[in-house]
C-alpha cells in the first residue's frame, strides 16, 4: 500500500483497492468452495497425509520408543513421517510422554509457531492423563489441557505398533476431513 | 561455568552485548526445541563462533519422583524409578532393590543374581546403542541412526522373551528376579551376541574409522584428568578421561565377581574417547552375556522378601549405563520410605557440559557435547 493517502475520501486508487479487496473476498470464497469438492480436496489431503512431518521435540521418556518406532525394524518413514528439526517445515507434534509446567509453556509456544494445518499425537498415558505421575507436583495432567489433541495413543510406553496406529489413524481423519478446516 | 547474571528470555538470540575485553558477544538459546535429541537448554554465549560461556538450563523433564516415592510402597515405586532412564531401566531398578535390600537383610539367591546382571548387561548395550543413533541424528549421519536403532531390537526381542516387556522390565524384584530363563535363551543370547560383534566392527568401518566422524570428535571437547574427577564425572565420560573407576570391578555387586571382563578406559578425555569407551564397553557387555548363560547356577530366583522397609538408612549403588546411580534410603518401619535420595549417572556428568564445550567452535557442539551422553529425563528425574 504504497498509495499516499491525502485526500482520503475522493481517492480514486483508495476506492478501487477497496472494491478491489471486496471482491478478492468474494473470490477466496469461491475458491474455498471450488477447492473443497470433489477431486481437488482428495489432491490436496492426499498430499497432507503422506508429508506429516513430525517436529523434533522430545518431552520425556516415551520418546525411547519414538526413536525406536523412527529406527530401522518400525521406521515410520514409510508411512511418510521424517523427524525434522524446524518447527516451521513441520505439521505435527507428537508429545511424548510427561509435560511438566515448564514444558507446557514452550510446547505451546512451538504449536503456535507452527504452519497451519498441524496436528498433535498425544503419546502414552502421561500425555492423555498423568500417568505414573498423575499426582506429581510438577507435571500437567494431560496434553489436552492446553493444546488441541488429534489422537491419543494409550501405553506407558506404548509400542511402536501403537504409534503406527496412531498415525494411519491421523491420517485416516486428514483424509474425512475439509481442507479449509483442517489444523 | 557461571550462570548469566541476568535471567534469560524465552527468545532465541538475547542480545549483543560487549564483553569487557570489548569483543561483541552473542547469547545464544539452543533447546528445548532443537535439531537433536534431549528435551534441556544451553545458554550459550558465544564470540565469533567461539563458545566463551554455557549455561545449562535443565529441569523440563522433572517429575518429582523423589517425591512420588515417598507415596508408594516399595514394590509400586518400582516402576517410576525405572522411568527416568527408560532405556536403561533394570540398572536403575537394581540400584533401589539393593538399597532396599541392605535395608530389610535379604540374601538374592546366586541364580538371581545372575539374571540380575544378564538384564544389566543387555540393557547397558541397549543403552549405548541408543546413544551411538542419537549421536548419528547429532552428526547428521543417517546411517548411524538407523544401524544402532536397528540391532538394538535384537537385544530387545531377548530382553521381551525374559521379562515380558521390550524395555520397561520392572523385572528386579526385593529378594530376586520376576521370571526365569525361558527355553532356547540361551542358544539365542549367544547367537545373538555373536552376530552384534560382527556388527560393531562394521560400526567401526563405516563410522568410528570414517574421517566424517574422526576429523570432527579427535581433540574436541578435551576433558582432562583432573578435571573429571574434580566435577565428580561418572561412567563413560570418566573412564574416557582415562580414570579406571568402574564400579561392576570396584565394589562388585550381583554376579560381576564371578565374571571376566575389562574396564576400558582412554587417556585423551576428548569426544572420540568417550565415544570408544562406549564401543568397548559394549564388547565386554556381549563377552559378558555368554559367559552368565554358559555359567549360571541352578537354583531358587527369588527368595521371599517383607514389603515392608524397616528402620534404617541404606545406600545402593550400581554402574549403570552413564555411570553411577545410587539410591540413599531412610526406612522408617512402613512399607513407603521416609525418604529416597535419587543420584543418576546424567545428572553428576551435567557438570561435565560446560567444560567440554568452553573455547570449542559452536559448530562443533553436538559432537561435544553428545558425547556425553546426557540423558535429560535421567538427570532431571
Ligand atoms: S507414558 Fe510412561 S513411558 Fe511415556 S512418558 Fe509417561 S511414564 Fe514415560
Redesign the pocket.
Known sequence: MSTQRTTQEEDPVATLAEGLSLWVGKLSDLVKKVVDTGPIRNVVNWARMYSLWPVNIT???????FGAASGARHDLERFGVLPIGSLRQSDLIVI???ITKKMAKRLRMIYDQMALPRYVIA??????SG???HDSYSIVNGAHEFVPVDVYVP????RPEALEQAIIMLQEKIRRSKVYEQG | MSAPSKPVPLTTVESTETSDSGAQTLTLSVGPQHSGSGHMRLIVEVDGDIIVNVAPDPGYVH?GIEKIIELRNIIKSI??IE?PS?IDASNLNHAWVRSIEEIQGVEVPRRGQYLRTLLNEMNRIMSHLYWLSIYGVFLGHTTMFMWPLGDRELFIDLAEKLTGARI?YSYLVPGGVRRDLPPGFAEEAVKRTEYFEKRLKEYDRIFFNNPLFTSRAKGIGVLSKEKAIELGCTGPTLRGSGVDADLRKDEPYAAYSELEFEVSTRPDGDSFSRAMVHMDEMRESCKMIRQIVKKIPAGPIRRKAPIVLPRGVAYGRVESARGECSFYLIGEGGDKPYRARYITGSYRNMAAIPAVLLGNRLADMPTAWWSIDYWP?EADR
Open positions: 518431552t520425556a521418556c516415551c520418546s525411547a520408543e511424548e510422554g510427561t503419546m502414552g498415558d502421561c500425555a492423555m500417568g505414573l505421575f501405553g506407558c510406553p506404548p | 517429575r516402576p517410576v522411568r527408560i520397561t529425563v
